[in-house]
């Protein structure tokens, strides 16, 4: 049984990858960042995908975490990159150009893949939302341990004209200097929000921000769960390595 899957995670500044053990979420090696090329074409991804896969001397599956609406492999959005790769086949280009079978979905899916696989969401039973803070605000949405592919919960609007990414994403924070209350309590209204919507039974939330969450949790007024993500920044790569051999695993997410 192939276990050592290559797991990708592309993102706006770098590209990561690792060989990942898919049966525990384990990182069987340091794992390696490249810049994103710019342009950030898709040939150019790949190319840079192909360049992990040779750092690790690595031929065979790879699972790919891309930061857009990902259906059959192909790319349909493209809010945080370049417009270009809107109706790419990634599963098609990516695999030409590296050589290898690669198998792409939404970053967000393949991050909560890694935490209800391995983490917080194992063997859970009932709705486990989990949210990526970043850049962007990316979800995955599982019912039972399956996903509900390609929610955009970060699109919804939070003030009129206003969608919760660009109000209360990592990058706002940031370019706002909010401190961590300001931050914290524009995140508990969208959390809040958000609960009214879906009423799940535990929120997930990963990204460099689930690391500081005693920073802002006294802003956080939400009786659901509230739970940090396990793998934090790698769960992207961990995620997409689980998903290109999901067939094997049977039910992996
Ligand atoms: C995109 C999502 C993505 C999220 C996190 C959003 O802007 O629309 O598809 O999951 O950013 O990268």
Known sequence: ME???LGIDVGGSGIKGSVVDVTTGELLYERHR???????TAENIAETIKKIAEHFDYKGKIGCGFPAVIK?????TATNIDKCNIGVNAN?????ITGNEVTVINDADAAGI???????GKNFRGVILVLTIGTGIGSALFVDGKLVPNTELGHVFIKK????????????????GLNWHQWGKRFNKYLNYLDLLINPSMI????GTSKKIEKFADTITLETPLKPAKFLNDAGLIGA?????????????
């Open 161 to 176: 004209g206003i969608i919760a990414e660009k109000f209360t994403s990592d990058a706002v924070r940031k370019r706002k």
């Open 3 to 5: 276990n050592k899957i």
């Open 92 to 96: 098609a280009m990516f695999s030409e």
């Open 72 to 76: 059959n492999g192909v790319i349909m």
């Open 204 to 207: 997930i939330i990963g990204g």
């Open 114 to 120: 890694a935490e209800v696989s391995f983490g917080e």
């Open 241 to 253: 390595a689980v998903s290109a051999v999901k067939d094997k695993f049977g039910k992996v997410y």
């Open 34 to 40: 490249i810049e994103t090329p710019q342009p950030a």
